[in-house]
């Protein structure tokens, strides 16, 4: 596996409390991101990243915030969570965007969560 | 919203068969990703695809692109049980965009 470490990998909490999860990479790549897992829906895309500091949403934002202060770490934070949040979320990183192409992505492992 | 679905949803073969897994996709795209994904476990990337390619080849894997009909093909030649796992087909548009959208898979059992 590319190095990348998603923390934690399992984890229960309560609705309406704050949750971080965190994605730490040691490929030096640019580009990260936060999709989520779910049946019936496939991989969405939560938020990314293209370099320190900047960030985008992506198609299933709401309720989400990401933040990414160095190049090795992401953080997804989920500011109330809710029911809805129960899933699997998964980080991934890349190298670039080519001109005619979107480089492969390396997924980590993913972190599963569970709102009660 | 998708853009990308596989077809079929699940697929059973036995050892040893030929798996082709199917996917459409609605707008233009530069490239076209095959992923897999064991149970537990992150994606991995298989192979890609760029839109002026028509057929690539990977070991026992062979894609298929057709930007005329908007769809691709995967197939698995002399499966074996380690192939169980499901696939997903993933789009992106290239330069400027960072993003790549996935569908929702196709899950792959090959019984020994």
């Known amino acids: 596996d590319a190095g990348i470490t998603q923390s934690p990998r399992h984890k229960v909490t309560e609705t309406g409390t704050p949750v971080t999860l965190r994605c730490h990479q040691t490929e030096n790549h640019r580009y990260m991101y936060w999709y989520r897992q779910d049946p019936g829906h496939g991989l969405r895309l939560i938020h990314y990243?293209?370099?320190?500091?900047?960030?985008d949403k992506g198609e299933v934002s709401d309720g989400y915030s990401v933040s990414r202060s160095k190049t090795e770490d992401f953080l997804l934070t989920l500011e109330s969570a809710t029911s809805s949040q129960t899933s699997v979320y998964f980080c991934?990183?890349?190298?670039?965007?080519?001109?005619?192409?979107?480089?492969?992505?390396?997924f980590g492992n993913g972190t599963r969560l569970t709102v009660t | 919203s998708q853009q990308g679905e596989e077809d079929p949803q699940a697929l059973s073969i036995q050892e040893g068969e030929n798996a082709t897994m199917n996917c459409s996709y609605k707008?233009?795209?530069?490239?076209l990703q095959w992923y897999r994904q064991n149970s537990g476990r992150g994606l991995v990337h298989l192979i890609l695809?760029?839109?002026?390619?028509r057929e690539k080849h990977s070991g026992r894997l062979r894609v298929t692109l057709d930007t005329s009909k908007k769809s691709s093909s995967l197939l698995i030649t002399a499966s074996r049980a380690a192939d169980t796992a499901s696939y997903f087909c993933a789009t992106g548009s290239g330069a400027g965009s960072y993003q790549l959208t996935f569908g929702k898979g196709t899950k792959l059992s090959v019984i020994p």
């Open positions: 695809i760029r839109s002026n390619e």
């Open positions: 707008t233009s795209i530069n490239n």
């Open positions: 990243s293209y370099g320190v500091k900047d960030t």
């Open positions: 991934a990183i890349s190298g670039f965007t080519g001109p005619s192409y979107n480089s492969p992505l390396h």
